[in-house]
Structure formats: structure tokens, C-alpha cells
């Protein structure tokens, strides 16, 4: 046989798109070219191919090779062909059968002897082949990556000699099962060792609730951050689904997914001189940003107000849509952005000794100057936006009384999100405008309470639906079936950012 086709995948964004590599040998000089839009790292792999072959003891064949990579009009990048080329190539020599390959997909790279290598992006190749019903066969490292996906069968291989005595029927290859039960994720903090800040802990619980995002503006020192690590303590856990997703995400990414952060909801802690690229994404070949990496989990941005204005209005689409999209001149990659938005920052430029009133030193103008590094259209995106003030001393010490610990708070959320995916299917903080109207209905009292906020502070629409939103999962936190006056008072509270400003986004 001098033609031998094997079956791989490509990595676009966090798709795994299908390759079929083609291997012909014809006479002439001894020659092998690689075609199909092949970036460097697959150029080269005919120099790795050939040595591996020659060092796992078969003949590297005589004559003009040629391997295909179809589509020819998909960019193949990486060193995961490797193994279907060397084996096409065998194949196609007649050293090994090529009967079984229609069963199979190959993803791997070679060492020069032989050996077989880790990729990146198994998780979504696994995912792919759920639906056309087909075997995987990968490196041993990628194999607990791949096997999260229930109902692939999953063959790891160690060596390039393994593979071709698994196809020749010698010496099958052992499929790969792992144990996928969830686990209790276990956190280095809790929300008990929070103490005071009674109405910041309270807004937390209900943007757990609800996946709202929220703000946090107040002097250093006085809690922001120790609350902000602590809302993922207080999460409902991740669907199968959901945990998928985000792990594909993390598989295509430049360090990989570690199958030990399996259901653990993601954190991403930026640092506020990150650029725009670094928070949505980018490069020649396109790669998941922050806000991707965030995907059903939480983005925290500390110091908001020292991030680059146009690095922060980046976010505005992804907390609209939940996703992103990356163009380049020779490519476009999709990723899912659908995260929580957790912001802190000081309410002036000094900070230090600021209480919202008359100590701090910092003039009207400075303290406006310095909120308007966020702008309008970002701010009414966030659905709750809290004060954290100073405590006195008192409240820290707080002997005798434990504050409640993160386990009973995230009961109650549990019991919050369950509510909002029986009714619609979505946390509240995702329905859009037609569910909103649908679920949010309000009585004459809170319809009053709300039209009087709407002309006090100038609020937006956009704003007046964030609102009903917030409002509706202080209902499901006490299992209300109806908005009242009070829920709609609550979540007019947290609407911190309409008063230091005196109007709305």
C-alpha cells in the first residue's frame, strides 16, 4: 500500500477541528514534504517522524513521501501530528496494517525515540469524539485529561512502538478509566474569619446567589480583598457541563488544565497593569485571555481604578454577551467569557485615611476625577455596588460570637440557585430583558419604591433591570415567590456608586 490515511484534530480556539493526514509514497529521490497550511512546528516534524521511526527499529522508507494535512485550508500548528504522521507513514509502507485507523484518532509528539509527548488541547479533542463515536489514542500525560469526558474510550500510550503492536493486535493497549466523582473542594479560607462588614457579607451572598457582579470602594485596609477571595468558598458547585467547559478553556491555554482542578471553579486575579490583549486574549494564534480563563468562575480586579481606562472598557461586550471573539488578518477564534465580575478600589487617591466624609484630604474634584477612570457604561453593567467603611476597633475584636462560617452561607445560596434554574433555567444575573419582565413582576408599593430611585439618581434602563435582577435573588434567598417593597429597598442599597457620583450611569 502506498497511500495510508490517518485521522486527527486540529485546535481552533477551544474547538477540535477533524484533520485527515494523507500519506502517499511515490518513486523518486528520497524526499518527505509536509502540505495543508502547516505552521513551523509541524514542518519540522518530518525530522522528528523520521528519527523516531529509524529508533523504534522500522525502515524509514525509500522514495518522494508526501503528507497531506486536509483541509489544506486549516492552520495545523503544534507538534500533536507527529504520531498519525508517523504512522500513515508506516502504514502507507506496509510495516503496519491501516485497517483499524477508520476507528481511531491519533494526537501526539514524538521524541527522537520514539517516545510519545504531551499536548495541549486533548480535553476538547475527547469532547469532539463523544459525537462521532470514535477511540483516542494520546500520550500517557494527556490520558487523565482526556478521560474527564464520560463515554470515549481512551487509549494512552507511552511509546510509538506500543501504538503500532495496539493496531497490529499484539499487544492491545489498556483503555483508560479514572474516577470522575466530584470533590468536595476544599479552600485554604472562610468567610467566618471575615469579621463585621455585615452589609458588605450580605451583598456577597447575594451576588453568590445570583452571579451579579459586584464592586467594593472603600479605604485600604478594611476587608475588600478578604472578601472578594472568599466568595468562590461560597459558590454553588459546577454542573458536569459547566466544569467541561472551563477545563477546555484551561486545556488549550499556554500551561494546560490540571485534572486535580477538576469542578473547582476558576479564580483569575489580574494585575492592574495587565493589558488589553491579556484580558480578552490574542496572539498570531489565538489563545484565551483572562475573562476566558474566568469562564464560570470569578474575575477579580483589584485596585480598579489603576487599570488603563481602555484595558477596563474591553470588558463591556463579555459582560453583555459572555463571549468573546478574537480576529486576526489569517484567523478567528471564539471563546466563552461568561465570568463574575468582582471589582475593588479606593474611594480617592490618597485612600489612606478616607472615610467617605470630612477626614479625607482629598478634594471633590480629585475624589471625581479619580472615579471617572471607570466609565459610565462599564459601572451600569455591575449589578451591586457596596461601601466598605472603616471599623472600629470593637467590631474587630468581636469576642464571643463567631461570624457564619462559609458552609451555612453557601447553603442558602445552593438553595437560592436552585430556585432561579427551576423557574428559568439560568442564574438571575443572565436572564435578559424578556425573562426579566417575565419573572421580575413587581407590586404597586415596589413599582412606586423603584420609579421613585429611576428619578432620583437618573438611572438607565439598563440600570432599572439590573435592579429587579439583584431584587429577585433577595427573594430567592428567602424563598419569597414575589418581589416586595423590601427587596427592591435592599437592592436600591446597593447601588453605592449612583450616591458618591449623585446620579446615575
Not at 459558590?235 to 473547582?264: H, K, Y
Not at 461570624?403 to 440557585?417: D, F, G, L, T
Not at 442564574?427 to 417575565?438: A, D, H, S
Request: some cysteine; glycine content about 8%; hydrophobic content about 40%.
Amino acid at each position: 500500500m502506498s497511500l495510508a490515511v490517518a485521522h486527527s484534530r486540529a485546535i481552533v480556539g477551544v474547538d477540535a477541528l477533524p484533520v485527515q493526514v494523507e500519506v502517499n509514497i511515490s518513486g523518486g529521490l528520497p524526499s518527505i514534504s509536509i502540505v495543508g497550511l502547516p505552521e513551523t512546528a509541524v514542518r519540522e516534524s518530518k525530522d522528528r517522524v523520521r528519527a523516531a521511526i529509524l529508533n523504534s527499529h522500522f525502515k524509514f522508507p525509500d522514495g518522494r513521501i508526501t503528507v497531506n494535512l486536509a483541509p489544506a485550508d486549516l492552520p495545523k500548528e503544534g507538534g500533536r501530528f507527529d504520531l498519525p504522521i508517523a504512522l500513515g507513514i508506516l502504514a502507507a509502507s506496509g510495516q503496519i496494517p491501516a485497517e483499524a485507523f477508520d476507528r481511531y484518532e491519533f494526537m501526539g509528539e514524538l521524541s527522537l525515540a520514539g517516545e510519545l509527548r504531551p499536548v495541549r488541547g486533548s480535553l476538547p479533542v475527547a469532547m469532539a469524539l463523544k459525537v462521532v463515536d470514535k477511540a483516542l489514542v494520546l500520550p500517557v500525560e494527556n490520558g487523565d485529561e482526556a478521560s474527564l469526558v464520560s463515554g470515549v474510550a481512551i487509549f494512552p500510550a507511552s511509546h510509538l512502538l506500543a501504538v503500532c503492536r495496539h493496531l497490529e493486535g499484539s499487544e492491545p493497549l489498556p483503555s483508560y478509566q479514572r474516577d470522575r466523582e466530584p470533590l468536595e473542594p476544599e479552600y485554604p479560607f472562610d468567610l467566618a474569619e471575615v469579621r463585621g462588614q455585615q452589609h458588605a457579607r450580605r451583598a456577597l451572598e447575594v451576588a453568590a446567589a445570583g452571579r451579579h457582579h459586584l464592586m467594593m470602594v472603600g479605604p485600604p485596609g478594611t476587608g475588600k480583598t478578604m472578601l472578594a477571595n472568599r466568595l468562590v468558598t461560597i459558590l454553588p458547585p459546577m454542573s458536569e457541563i459547566e466544569a467541561l467547559e472551563s477545563a477546555a478553556i484551561t486545556s488549550v491555554s499556554r500551561n494546560g488544565f490540571d485534572p486535580r482542578q477538576w469542578r473547582l471553579r476558576p479564580v483569575r486575579r489580574p494585575h492592574h497593569t495587565a493589558s488589553g490583549p491579556a484580558l480578552v486574549g490574542g496572539g498570531s494564534t489565538p489563545r484565551p485571555g483572562e475573562i476566558s480563563l474566568a469562564h464560570n468562575g470569578v474575575l477579580f480586579l483589584d485596585e480598579l481604578t489603576e487599570f488603563d481606562r481602555r484595558v477596563l472598557d474591553v470588558l463591556r461586550e463579555p459582560l453583555e454577551t459572555g463571549e468573546i471573539t478574537i480576529s486576526r488578518a489569517s484567523r478567528q477564534a471564539d471563546f466563552p467569557a461568561r465570568f463574575q465580575l468582582i471589582t475593588a478600589f479606593n474611594p480617592c487617591p490618597q485612600g489612606y485615611d478616607c472615610d467617605f466624609g470630612e477626614h479625607c484630604q482629598c478634594t471633590p474634584e480629585q475624589q471625581r476625577r479619580h472615579r471617572s477612570r471607570i466609565s459610565a457604561p462599564l459601572l451600569d453593567r455591575i449589578d451591586i455596588q457596596i461601601e466598605v467603611p472603616k471599623l472600629p476597633r470593637e467590631a474587630l475584636i468581636q469576642s464571643g460570637k463567631a461570624a457564619e462560617s462559609s458552609a451555612a452561607v453557601r447553603a442558602r445560596v445552593h438553595a437560592a440557585y436552585a430556585r432561579q434554574l427551576d423557574r428559568c433555567g439560568k442564574p438571575n444575573g443572565e436572564m435578559n430583558n424578556r425573562e426579566v419582565e417575565r419573572y421580575c413582576r413587581l407590586g404597586t408599593e415596589a413599582q412606586k419604591l423603584l420609579d421613585l430611585a429611576m428619578d432620583r439618581f437618573r438611572l438607565s434602563a439598563r440600570a432599572y433591570h439590573r435592579i429587579l435582577k439583584v431584587a429577585r435573588s433577595i427573594a430567592d434567598l428567602e424563598g419569597a415567590p414575589d418581589i416586595s417593597a423590601s427587596h427592591i429597598s435592599e437592592a436600591l442599597s446597593y447601588r453605592a456608586m449612583d450616591r458618591l457620583n449623585g446620579s446615575g450611569a
